[in-house]
């Protein structure tokens, strides 16, 4: 099931991975907006429980409220990713703007991923970033 859906033109924009071969059987797990003290370590310690690896798309506001919750789940092998640092919509902010939300959050969040919140750019947004 998909809450929200990506454009079907942004699906074919070159070096940016919507969906992986449906030919492995295979499941990633992520979660966005993290980490929030209410649910995250019962994420974690669910995930513990049965082995599982997943990725956390870390809103960098969230990071920086709770740098421990952050450190624990890279210390339990999890992947992290930019998710913003206000979770803020790239298509009501200024490029500019948007751009410096980014980089404040990837000064937190040290990861070669990126998950846009709501899963929508502009084209030049997408361009800029992907350098």
């Known amino acids: 099931m998909f809450i929200e859906q990506i454009p079907v033109w942004l699906r074919f ?3 940016i991975k919507w969906r992986f071969s449906h030919k492995k059987k295979t499941i990633y797990l992520t979660f966005d907006d993290g980490p929030i003290p209410e649910i995250t370590p019962w994420v ?14 870390c ?6 409220k709770h740098p421990q919750l952050y450190q624990e789940i890279l210390r339990r092998g999890h992947q992290t990713g930019n998710h913003t640092y206000k979770h803020i ?9 948007y751009f410096a939300n980014v980089e404040k959050a990837a000064s937190l969040i040290h990861s070669k991923l990126f998950r846009p919140p709501h899963g929508l750019m502009r084209y030049s947004q997408i361009k800029e970033l992907r350098k």
């Open 13 to 15: 924009i070159k070096g």
């Open 89 to 97: 919509k790239a298509l009501c902010t200024p490029n500019e703007e």
């Open 44 to 57: 974690l310690d669910l995930l513990d429980k049965y082995h599982i690896k997943a990725t956390f798309f």
């Open 59 to 64: 809103v960098g506001e969230n990071v920086s």
